[in-house]
């Protein structure tokens, strides 16, 4: 059964983006730290390419994620 989509689920939907998009924030910092550290630490490419990837993979969950809550809290403006 599928959930009613309300106004306060919409703002849930939006404080849980905003917390998503800071991990996701964190994670690219980690990223280009560790890419700086290619080179003066073995294994760090390596560790870095993981951390971006995981990155990418986040983001593009998070895009999909914001347009079907963007729809549904369209469709309940009744726009």
Do not use: F, H, P
Not at 48 to 53: D, F, Q, S, T, V
Not at 54 to 72: F, G, M, P, T, V
């Amino acid at each position: 059964m599928r959930k009613e989509i309300t106004w306060w689920t919409c703002r849930e939907r939006a404080i849980l983006i905003e917390n998503t998009l800071n991990d996701l924030n964190r994670s690219i910092n980690a990223c280009l730290i560790d890419s700086r550290l290619i080179g003066v630490v073995k294994g760090a490419k390596e560790m870095a390419l993981r951390k971006c990837e995981s990155a990418l993979r986040d983001l593009e969950w998070l895009k999909e994620k914001i347009k079907e809550y963007k729809r549904q809290c369209v469709e309940l403006k009744g726009g």
